[in-house]
């Protein structure tokens, strides 16, 4: 088990007790869908895992049928 401590738009968040493989979500300014960190391997001072990023929703190319 471990304690993650981010630091995301100059505000400290503390997810207590996460085991590896297990997501850590988290939300960040300006995205209504939250980060996932995923660890793979925790040591004394590394964490080794990946980040996924929210997917940027682009408008449709068809839009409104005005007349």
Known sequence: R??????????????????ALEPVQFYAAGYRQPYE??????????????L??????VASAHGPNLK
């Open 52 to 57: 996924s990023t929210p997917k940027v929703q």
């Open 2 to 19: 471990f304690t993650l401590d981010l630091m995301v738009d100059d505000k400290d968040i503390v997810k207590k007790n996460k085991t």
């Open 37 to 50: 960190l995923v660890v793979f391997e925790v040591n004394k001072n590394q964490i080794v895992g990946y």
